[in-house]
């Protein structure tokens, strides 16, 4: 009982109801739970429409006094922090901020992962380039180009102004590179056409000399003609020679038909001269004709390749020397056939001839001279005459076009001379010089020796300042080969040092990389030096490649190994024995060292692939634990908010109800902070039976001090262990006895009885000092009772002596 006493006086919690009243007049002059309610949502309603930093809402999401408010501040957070801070505290406590604040997060990660992608994207795009920049293919190099400038548009707006600065970087150096490449080709296209433009030249000069050969001795070809086709070859192969090489045997050929040439066209020059002379010959008014004909035919010098005019033949006749006799090969079935032949291309000359077609006549021509000039005398004979007329009407088509193409020479002089005063950048301004150049090669250069020449100043002025840059091109393209040519003498003492069985293999892939790098970024090269340098590199590669290949196979089927060990846990039980060894092939995997960037790629998709299947089993579990915790948690949500506002004032059967509803919870997966609120909740109905214990005794020990002052009581009415608290006890006035409760109590006195109190005390700290008494104050103040109500000597028990005592028993209690 003592201490069930020393419990009650612990309890701060007022059950007088003199207390109550006195307390609920102090709450009738204070504002109500109600009213600060009211004004708190009124305060966090201003606070919300005040545009409140993201760390308020997230309070405001938790702490509103609303669920409006909550919600409306919940929708407003944008930040990942605030809305997983609010997404944890929420969870089981309100739903409807709970699912708003998870739909923004899937909202704002779907846009970070949105933007990574993006970023991604931008970064590929950025490599690509590079890439492409450093790449020795250029196959499909413009298109490439293109397409990354379409994709690179579509992100450019997202793209930082650093990635933007290397993307527009390296489209610069794929645009050099592409241009580089451009002129590598046209360098090429250049030799090529130049080659081709002298093929042109020596073909026309010896079908020239062969038409000249099986003309008839009586018709002779115009000087002037013959004066501008050797001009407009000169022209022609002098500029098919500029700068290019060109083989010794074809500028003999070219120089041997020149003269013949130049020497036919001296003879036909000298020969007009000569038709004076020859003419008074024929008049017989010169004396000694045979020694004038031998000095005029010395004179003349008529080249012995050539069929003799028909006046120097008569000179000849006349001067006693016999005519030279053609001779013939070929025996009469091999006549024949080279007749035939003959007769087969007559008619596609002719054809060609009629439709203008120079390039197709002029081959033609050529061939039909070939073949005329295999037949014999007699064979000559039936075709001489056609074989002249279409070679009179080459002469015209060749003289017609000429003709067609000097305006736009002069056209293309003015441009070159145009071009040689403007200040331009030396790479576009050499362009442009190639394109003219190009441009007048295509009209078959000029026979007008003056307008060659002003073509050729021109471009010679407007080559000039090029000619600088250039030669810097060409210093930095040495410069490069050289730098690749000490790449190759690294790569080879490397070869030669390396120790396979126990090198570094990613060292030796690194050096592989950095070789290739290095090798790119030394650029430009001549093409045609860089060839051998070229080949050298490649095959010290394939030589470092090879083992490094081996090694990365050998990489490969270890992490195969380890992609089927893993895909064989998938299933294993128990699971978390499955993640041990997956975890286990993790840290094994990363030991693994180097392997091909792509088939290393697809194996650890596939290693990863396995992994998160076994870790989803384990997600799953979780998931169904959460789910089971989720459930428990709302049915012990619903019992505590069921009975957590039960009083003193509810009646046992509810109760007991309420603690038979929370016994199921506790074998419940509840979480920490719900299985809290059903022990506060078991903990408040316990203390609840106990304070109804405990206002139910109160009462009866108020009733037995006021039923004390009528009479006494019967020891039945009273709690049994009372009587031997009385046992023995000193008799007391009922004064001294209340004054002692009111000392024991700490409750004020009467000031009719203060002096009596002093004197009181004075005698309880004798007794205290004696060692006499070791009791507590609420195990004396319970003595006092039961002396009030059972000791026989008891007198002066008034009832305002009841009163007083029964006063010191609650203020007692409400401390």
């Not at 081709?196 to 008839?216: C, D, V």
């Not at 570094?504 to 860089?530: C, L, M, S, Y």
């Not at 396995?610 to 459930?631: G, H, N, V």
């Not at 004020?748 to 009596?756: F, K, L, N, V, W």
Request: charged share 30%; hydrophobic share 35%.
């Amino acid at each position: 009982m003592a201490a069930f006493i020393q419990k009650l006086f612990k309890n701060r919690k007022t059950l007088s109801p003199v207390s109550d009243k006195a307390s609920e007049k102090q709450q009738s002059n204070q504002p109500t739970e109600e009213d600060n309610r009211q004004q708190l949502r009124q305060q966090q309603e201003r606070q919300l429409d005040a545009s409140p930093e993201q760390s308020e809402l997230a309070a405001l999401a938790v702490e509103g006094v609303t669920s409006a408010i909550r919600l409306q501040a919940a929708s407003q957070i944008n930040q990942e922090e605030h809305l997983q801070a609010v997404l944890k505290q929420a969870k089981g406590r309100d739903k409807s901020v709970y699912q708003t604040v998870k739909q923004s997060l899937q909202t704002l990660k779907e846009q970070q992962a949105s933007e990574a992608a993006i970023q991604h994207r931008i970064t590929e795009l950025v490599s690509q380039a590079q890439e492409q920049a450093r790449s020795e293919d250029t196959k499909l190099y413009e298109a490439r180009l293109n397409a990354l400038q379409d994709h690179w548009q579509s992100v450019e707006n997202k793209a930082s102004a650093e990635q933007t600065q290397q993307f527009l970087q390296a489209v610069h150096q794929i645009r050099e590179r592409q241009k580089q490449l451009d002129e590598t080709r046209q360098e090429e296209q250049r030799h090529l056409d130049q080659k081709q433009q002298r093929q042109e030249t020596l073909e026309l000069l010896q079908q020239t000399l062969n038409q000249l050969k099986a003309a008839a001795p009586s018709g002779l070809p115009s000087e002037s003609a013959l004066d501008a086709l050797q001009k407009t070859q000169e022209n022609r192969w002098l500029e098919a020679t500029r700068d290019t090489q060109v083989d010794k045997q074809e500028q003999k050929q070219y120089e041997q038909a020149m003269l013949a040439l130049r020497n036919y066209l001296g003879a036909v020059r000298r020969l007009n001269l000569a038709r004076p002379q020859i003419g008074e010959l024929e008049s017989n008014d010169v004396d000694s004709p045979q020694a004038v004909a031998k000095a005029l035919l010395q004179e003349v010098a008529w080249p012995q390749d050539f069929p003799l005019p028909q006046a120097l033949a008569e000179l000849r006749a006349l001067a006693g020397k016999p005519r030279a006799q053609p001779t013939s090969d070929g025996t009469r079935e091999q006549q024949q056939a080279n007749a035939a032949a003959l007769n087969t291309t007559l008619p596609k000359l002719e054809a060609a001839l009629e439709a203008k077609q120079f390039r197709e006549s002029r081959q033609l021509l050529k061939t039909a001279q070939n073949q005329f000039q295999a037949l014999d005398d007699r064979h000559r004979k039936n075709v001489q005459a056609k074989m002249q007329l279409l070679a009179g009407q080459f002469r015209e088509l060749s003289d017609w076009q000429g003709f067609a193409t000097e305006p736009k020479q002069v056209s293309l002089c003015e441009q070159m001379e145009y071009l040689a005063e403007q200040p331009m950048e030396p790479e576009a301004k050499a362009e442009r010089i190639k394109e003219l150049q190009n441009e007048w090669r295509e009209l078959g250069g000029s026979s007008d020796r003056t307008l060659w020449n002003r073509f050729k100043a021109a471009s010679d002025q407007a080559y000039e300042p090029c000619k600088a840059y250039f030669e810097a091109k060409a210093d930095l393209k040495q410069a490069n080969l050289q730098k690749r040519e000490a790449i190759c003498e690294e790569l080879e003492r490397f070869l030669a040092q390396a120790d396979w069985t126990s090198i570094d293999w990613k060292g030796a892939e690194r050096i592989h990389q950095t070789a290739r790098q290095e090798w790119k970024a030394a650029w430009p090269v001549d093409f045609r030096d860089n060839r051998q340098v070229q080949k050298r590199f490649d095959d010290l590669l394939k030589n470092l490649e090879r083992p490094l290949d081996e090694e990365r196979q050998k990489n490969e089927a270890a992490k195969q190994a380890i992609v089927e060990r893993a895909q064989a846990l998938i299933d294993h039980e128990p699971l978390q024995e499955a993640m041990d060894q997956a975890k286990a092939l993790q840290s094994e995997w990363k030991r693994i060292g180097i392997t091909r960037h792509r088939e290393d790629r697809k194996l650890w998709q596939a290693f990863r692939q396995a992994c998160d299947q076994i870790f989803e089993r384990r997600d799953a579990q979780r998931s169904a634990q959460q789910q089971a915790t989720e459930k428990a948690d709302a049915d012990a949500r619903a019992v505590v908010a069921k009975y957590r506002d039960l009083g003193t004032e509810a009646d046992d059967a509810l109760i007991n109800e309420a603690k038979t509803e929370l016994r199921p919870l506790a074998d419940m997966p509840l979480s920490r902070p719900v299985r809290g609120e059903v022990q506060d909740l078991r903990q408040h109905l316990t203390e609840l039976g106990q304070r109804k214990k405990l206002k139910a005794r109160l009462d009866n020990w108020k009733t037995l001090i006021k039923e004390r002052v009528s009479g006494a009581l019967a020891p039945e009415q009273v709690p049994s262990n009372w009587q031997n608290l009385v046992n023995g006890a000193t008799s007391l006035t009922g004064r001294d006895l209340v004054i002692r409760a009111e000392i024991v109590a700490g409750q004020e006195t009467p000031d009719s009885d203060q002096g009596r109190r002093m004197e009181i005390q004075v005698q309880r700290l004798a007794e205290g000092l004696g060692g006499g008494d070791q009791t507590t104050p609420e195990q004396e103040l319970e003595r006092l009772i039961a002396l009030w109500c059972l000791h026989p000597e008891m007198n002066d028990q008034s009832t305002e002596h009841a009163g007083r005592l029964v006063q010191a028993l609650e203020n007692r209690l409400q401390h």
